[in-house]
């Protein structure tokens, strides 16, 4: 009789997490927004289906490049160029350094820039979604986002409602960090002047694709690479268990703890004490399909987690340049068996 209510017991609360995880899983918000009308923030398997060719020229694509640090002056006459400059009829994608030159042209006519200028000062190009390239890509609509400092509200509007792959325009000085460095630092943002700033990185892993959403205008650049150094550091340290239990104790957008997950972590505890790097581990987590009762998140100074009746087998931290970890180190000791700076 004890038995059968044992298992009775059990076989319910099987049952019911398994219903809890269905339902969060299919019903869970995302809670990352972007201010456009656009479907900015769509599925794993989505933005994967055509990322292999997504930025390949057609047969039928202007191929002639810009040099980048020549005056743009003596490479095209300006006035030929609009949103149909060299757009390719077939495809609709143009090559990026024309659509930095279309940019360009504008922050001229904007008083910001001279023709004397190339193409290499309009600013920061980043693809959405991005992914390691080998070559200089084509580009689609609203699939770059920029980060300059050569810009204004009325330019930057301008920019994204006359240059038709520009997603949005950030102002910023890319040498300036983003987020905030720790819990003595205020929140530094760039100012997101037109357009939606939400993009994904997809980083490859010998385990599969890691989709990253981020708002760029409030979360540190980091783009995908061939190999993540930081990762191959961070699956050296797994191999050395078999199902551990981790805290990454400076989450950012989620990559290292969600990559711990795909690989062999029984559970992580994801930390930031940033807001937004919070929001957007929890969305993150969402859209790589990691189930609930996978992960905890907490927005907390690491030295002050509300956390320590737990152990953990391991500590990450992944601090931004030049932040001093020792007092990080030293309170992560108590509760974690070892740790790891990334």
Do not use: W
Request: charged residues 25%; glycine residues 4%; contains cysteine.
């Amino acid at each position: 009789m004890c038995c059968s209510i044992i298992f009775i017991t059990y076989l319910i609360n099987s049952i019911t997490i398994y219903f809890l995880n269905y339902f969060y899983n299919k019903y869970h918000t995302i809670i990352m927004k972007c201010r456009c009308k656009r479907n900015c923030i769509i599925s794993r398997n989505e933005v994967l289906e055509d990322i292999q060719t997504r930025y390949n020229p057609c047969s039928d694509c202007y191929t002639k490049k810009l040099k980048k640090s020549i005056p743009i002056k003596r490479q095209l006459n300006l006035d030929d160029v609009d949103k149909n400059y060299k757009k390719c009829t077939s495809c609709n994608k143009r090559h990026i350094d024309t659509v930095m030159a279309h940019v360009l042209k504008i922050m001229i006519e904007n008083g910001f820039l001279s023709t004397t200028s190339s193409i290499r000062k309009v600013g920061t190009p980043l693809i959405t979604p991005a992914v390691p390239l080998k070559t200089s890509p084509y580009l689609p609509e609203k699939s770059l986002v920029l980060i300059t400092q050569h810009t204004d509200n009325k330019t930057s509007e301008k920019i994204y409602n006359s240059v038709p792959e520009i997603k949005s325009v950030i102002k910023g000085d890319i040498n300036n960090t983003v987020g905030q460095l720790n819990e003595n630092n205020g929140i530094h943002n760039y100012k997101l002047q037109s357009g939606c700033d939400i993009r994904c990185d997809i980083q490859k892993t010998d385990v599969g694709e890691i989709c990253l959403y981020k708002p760029q205008s409030k979360i540190h650049i980091e783009y995908p690479k061939e190999e993540s150094l930081k990762l191959k550091q961070v699956n050296e340290i797994l191999n050395k268990y078999d199902n551990p239990t981790v805290l990454d104790a400076m989450c950012g957008a989620g990559t290292l703890g969600i990559y711990a997950l795909l690989k062999n972590a029984k559970k992580v505890h994801f930390n930031d004490i940033y807001d937004i790097a919070v929001d957007t581990t929890e969305t993150n987590l969402k859209l790589n399909n990691i189930p609930c009762d996978k992960y905890e998140i907490t927005q907390e100074d690491i030295c002050n987690l509300s956390c320590t009746n737990q152990r953990y087998d391991v500590g990450l931290i992944d601090a931004f340049p030049g932040v001093d970890t020792s007092g990080y180190e030293t309170f992560l000791k108590k509760i974690c068996k070892e740790i790891y700076i990334i």
